[in-house]
């Protein structure tokens, strides 16, 4: 039995030490992420249509669900039917403007002619008040109308300002995807009841992958951004495979090596981090881990 185990340590330990010296080669480990995007709901209601599955992939605007619109919907109507109110009482006032301003032109012939009357003696100086009065009464009232016009134009503004408000909710209800990738995670359900920034799904890109690996001071000199690498992963079969990346970050500031990455021994070390974009082929999951060999 003892020599059975020791053959089987001696077997584990050749494994480790080939698979060691195979990926020697290697300048940075790390681990595959990407942007996770949590769509959420803008507008308050129950969710009647909620078509959004783990695993869809879904393009930008496309429509995902309904929330019910009704109450939005009556809102909408009754700050109408005031509008119409108000519209009507402004094509009275407009009428009202007119008249006056008829009455006005009638009483200014009427006072040039009592002028010309009075310097000839014809007319008398009350006649010639008297219009003056009623001048005076039709400007007062015409200037009463103009401000009932603006105070009309202001309610008006306010209904019309409150419509689009609400047109803009009722557009909301109409769900549609807002970037495009790979849904991760559903967290609504269908007949619940949502709310402005009630989280509805997380998205994330799934086409381009990061791969955030972690390499020493002394092979960073040799880093530069939008430097083509080579990104070695394990190809499903118990072997690795290679694929193409591009350096698009570097970390300015060192760090201790995180504790997911190496062991207690290299964790003391200080290390800087990079990220990698990589188009992912399918083979690629967040979380991954990958390593990072730099083209000399």
Known sequence: M??????????VAATFAACSNENSDSDAYGYFQTETVT??????????????EEGNVLEKGQPIGQIDSMNLFYKKQQLEASLNVLQSNVIQVNSQAEVIDQQMENLKRDQKRVKNLLESGSATQKQADDVEGQILVLEKQKSSIISQMQTLESQQDQLKAQI???NYNLKKTRLT???AGTVLSKIAMKGEI????????EIADMKN????AY????????????????????????????MQGIVFWISEQAEFT????????????LVYAVKIRVENDGSLKIGMPGEVKFKK
């Open 209 to 212: 992958l990061t791969l955030k």
């Open 177 to 179: 995807n807002t970037v």
């Open 194 to 201: 949502t709310a402005p920034g009630k989280p509805l799904y």
């Open 2 to 11: 003892n020599m059975y185990k020791y053959l089987i340590i001696a077997i």
């Open 215 to 242: 390499l020493s001071g002394e092979i960073l000199p040799d880093v530069k951004l939008n430097q083509p690498v080579i990104v070695v992963v394990d190809d499903g079969q118990g072997g690795l495979k290679e």
């Open 258 to 269: 995180p504790k997911t990455i190496q062991t207690r021994e290299e964790r003391v070390n």
């Open 39 to 52: 769509v959420s709901s803008e507008v308050a209601g129950l969710l009647e249509e909620f078509s959004v």
């Open 164 to 166: 689009d408000e609400l």
